[in-house]
């Protein structure tokens, strides 16, 4: 679930005027505010996008983590495989040597 921030302008007269207890340099607090307001709004766009940045490596990472693991398997199969086709032929070389060598002792 993603939760966005709305970025509200600093707004109200009278005694809901926002900042009422500070001094502003320069004197316009409405120039200050839009200022605010501006930088407010690019560090919000600069946290997306490096949220953005970081979830791509981590998407990445995982995606390599899982690459890694089914060749490691892959290969436990395989060669469980050729153990196995090895094993076969050594056993069918050998009953064709003891075969022979009884033939002969007939």
Same mark, same amino acid.
């Given at each position: ?20 207890? %500070? =001094? ?8 200050? @505010?839009?200022?605010?307001? =501006? %930088? ?5 766009? %600069? ?30 199969? @395989?060669?469980?495989? %050729? ?9 069918? =070389? ?13």
């Amino acid at each position: 679930e993603q939760m966005y921030k709305v970025i509200n302008p600093f707004s109200g007269q009278g005694e809901e005027e926002p900042l009422l207890a %500070y =001094e502003f340099e320069p004197d316009t607090k409405s120039e200050v @505010l839009v200022d605010l307001q =501006e %930088y407010l709004l690019t560090s919000q766009i %600069y946290h997306s996008f490096m949220d953005g940045a970081a979830s791509e490596q981590s998407a990445r990472m995982t995606a390599m983590e899982n690459a890694s693991k089914n060749a490691g398997e892959m290969i436990e199969s @395989l060669t469980l495989q %050729y153990n196995r086709a090895r094993q076969s032929r050594i056993t069918t =070389e050998l009953i064709e040597i003891i075969s022979g060598a009884s033939a002969l002792e007939d």
